[in-house]
């Protein structure tokens, strides 16, 4: 399943990691993130249940100019965390990275390789990456999604 989505520029706090920090480095960061989550939890932007409104692994590329990653996507920088105000002070030890609003390819990770189905999408519909991709999860819904940028707002 795949649709557009327009997300404005938006801020995350969150544990920044490296692809040059050796493999498995993506699940690590998400394992300190949630063994810390309390140190953020009120820095987080919620809805009106009380439920963050997104989990992001943001991913940029080494110049932090939010472009995809190098090699073949396979060299680049993640950060787990949560959405949070664009003035929100990350504690000691977490990052803040400040993305770009974007008009996005949505694809839903239903399993397998979704980001490269997900490039294949944007190839069939004549569809240029413009920026990063992102991993988005909703928490009121448990789903998640890779965000393919098309256009940047």
């Not at 969150?14 to 960061?29: I, Y």
């Not at 692994?57 to 060299?75: I, K, L, V, Y």
């Amino acid at each position: 399943m795949a649709d557009r989505w327009i997300k404005p520029g938006f801020a995350v706090i969150g544990m920044e990691g490296s692809t040059r920090d050796s493999e498995g480095f993506v699940a690590r960061l998400w394992a300190q993130a949630n063994a810390r989550y309390d140190e953020v939890a009120a820095l987080a932007i919620r809805d009106e249940q009380g439920r963050p409104v997104g989990l992001w692994g943001a991913m940029t590329d080494f110049s932090r100019s939010f472009m995809p990653w190098e090699d073949g996507f396979t060299q680049g920088l993640y950060l787990a965390g949560v959405e949070c105000a664009p003035d929100a002070q990350p504690p000691q030890g977490w990052s803040v990275w400040h993305i770009p609003g974007f008009e996005y390819l949505r694809v839903k990770d239903a399993g397998g390789d979704t980001f490269a189905g997900g490039l294949r999408l944007l190839e069939e519909q004549g569809l240029v990456l413009c920026g990063a991709a992102q991993d988005y999860t909703c928490p009121a819904t448990g789903e998640s999604f890779v965000l393919f940028p098309i256009r940047r707002l």
